[in-house]
């Protein structure tokens, strides 16, 4: 497996992508749904990793910074063929490893407070997240969970 930095210029993590938001789309009402689009993933403040497995996207990942000590933890997932069998706890690993490289002194992120979420809610806590306020541009929301740890 390797993770690497992606320009997000290719089709194969456009539809990876695309198959994430497709899938919040199910799961979250659109005014509870955070997730950025390719655009904004592309944003000079947004580094976004790709995870592959013999050259195929298994699972990928982004930091937004929000201040220059603070970031939030955008677009983590995993391919669902391939969930439960540590690529995301491999990525997060290697996120917050960078974000420590790069000066980061605190990460946040936002995930949903529904059932179908809680796997993604006990993965950061085991890395040390903790439920917060909301922080940044968001504002409070009964479909949202906020998390952060410092580093």
Same mark, same amino acid.
């Given at each position: 497996?390797?993770? #690497?930095?992606?320009?997000?210029? /290719?089709? @194969?993590? @456009?539809? %990876?992508?695309?198959?994430? #938001? $497709?899938?919040?789309? +199910?799961?979250?009402?659109?005014?509870?749904?955070?997730?950025?689009? *390719?655009?904004? &993933?592309?944003?000079?403040?947004?580094? %976004?990793?790709? #995870? &592959?497995?013999?050259? /195929?996207?298994?699972?990928?990942? @982004?930091?937004?910074?929000?201040?220059? +000590?603070?970031?939030?933890?955008?677009?983590?997932? +995993?391919?669902?063929?391939?969930?439960? =069998?540590?690529?995301?706890? *491999?990525?997060?690993?290697?996120?917050?490893?960078?974000?420590?490289?790069?000066?980061?002194?605190? *990460?946040?992120?936002?995930? =949903?407070?529904?059932?179908?979420? &809680?796997?993604? $809610? $006990?993965?950061?806590?085991?890395?040390?997240?903790?439920?917060? @306020?909301? %922080? /940044?541009?968001?504002?409070?929301?009964?479909?949202?969970? %906020?998390?952060?740890?410092? *580093?």
């Amino acid at each position: 497996m390797e993770i #690497v930095v992606d320009d997000l210029s /290719g089709r @194969a993590i @456009a539809a %990876f992508l695309d198959e994430h #938001v $497709r899938q919040m789309r +199910t799961t979250t009402p659109p005014e509870s749904k955070h997730a950025l689009d *390719l655009d904004a &993933l592309r944003g000079p403040e947004v580094t %976004f990793w790709t #995870v &592959l497995d013999d050259g /195929g996207v298994v699972g990928c990942g @982004a930091l937004r910074r929000l201040t220059p +000590t603070h970031a939030e933890l955008k677009s983590m997932r +995993t391919s669902p063929a391939r969930q439960r =069998g540590g690529i995301a706890s *491999l990525l997060l690993e290697h996120i917050i490893g960078e974000a420590r490289r790069t000066g980061l002194a605190r *990460l946040s992120l936002e995930t =949903g407070s529904g059932a179908f979420f &809680l796997p993604a $809610r $006990r993965l950061y806590e085991k890395f040390g997240f903790r439920e917060c @306020a909301p %922080f /940044g541009d968001y504002g409070p929301d009964p479909l949202s969970t %906020f998390m952060t740890r410092q *580093l």
